[in-house]
């Protein structure tokens, strides 16, 4: 093989492993704060009905929390679709540190 | 033998090359530490101002404070959406402050109609708000390192 097909064949070893580790980082925190929002919703559902049930909040302040709880899982999947893009960067960064280390690597 | 090895090497330039040109067109603004600060700034002065809503009348007494934080909020959503390739974070800001189903929006309206919110619903609605705020707050740390922010962990 040239040193060249050597270059290629590293970065692309290399690369794998970095992509696997980068979708799995990121991964971890976008379910981390999606499954926190549904844990949070079934406890303040069943708090707030109890709550309109017993006259201590009105109805309309019941439909502004519900709202409100639908309005924040909203916000959170924005939060996880930057966490996407921030691991795609990364990885893309990360790779072109790559692409020049090997080619130092093997070319000098 | 050589040219399964060749092929398969053009395959992973091509894929290398690809997944660069497709990384490179990420759109996403960088971290913006004003942002930052007017999403910490802001959640404080907010969360003050949710304590005083149960109190009798409260409203009466504070429909000019309330303004002002208004303007505020609604120049933090400005200085958000100005900013090139930030539409989670803008859009963020207009589900916290936007129109009158936005969260404080929602809660001033109630505040309004009512002169002051139920004692039982000021603890509920200052979770809510100080959580709008943090998830703001998490998605600008994200534009800089990935993190699940420990502010949107389970509240309870």
């Known amino acids: ?108 | 033998m050589r040219r399964i090895t060749e092929t398969r090497l053009r395959t992973n330039a091509l894929l290398l090359l690809t997944t660069l040109l497709i990384a490179a067109c990420i759109p996403l603004a960088g971290y913006d530490q004003q942002a930052y600060q007017n999403a910490t700034s802001l959640k404080a002065a907010t969360i003050a101002m949710v304590e005083k809503s149960s109190e009798d009348d409260s409203f009466a007494a504070n429909g000019a404070a309330v303004e002002d934080l208004l303007v505020r909020l609604s120049a933090a959503y400005e200085y958000a959406n100005g900013v090139e390739h930030n539409n989670e974070a803008a859009k963020n800001w207009d589900d916290l402050i936007g129109d009158d189903d936005s969260m404080v929006k929602g809660w001033i309206s109630n505040w309004r109609a009512g002169g002051s919110i139920s004692p039982a619903l000021l603890p509920e609605i200052k979770m809510q708000i100080a959580e709008g705020f943090d998830t703001i707050i998490c998605l600008e740390a994200n534009k800089r390192q990935l993190t699940a922010c420990e502010s949107l962990k389970r509240s309870e």
């Open chain 1, 1 to 108: 093989m040239s040193k060249f097909d050597d270059y290629l064949d590293a970065v692309m070893t290399d690369a794998k492993v970095l992509l696997s580790s980068t979708i799995k980082e990121g991964k971890k925190e976008a379910k981390a704060i999606l499954e926190a929002h549904v844990e949070n919703s079934k406890e303040r559902l069943e708090r707030w009905t109890r709550l309109l049930a017993h006259g201590d909040i009105k109805k309309r302040e019941f439909e502004l929390l519900i709202n409100n709880q639908i309005t924040l899982g909203r916000m959170r999947l924005r939060t996880v679709e930057v966490i996407g893009k921030r691991a795609a960067l990364d990885f893309r960064n990360s790779l072109r540190a790559l692409f020049i280390d090997k080619a130092f690597d093997i070319f000098l």
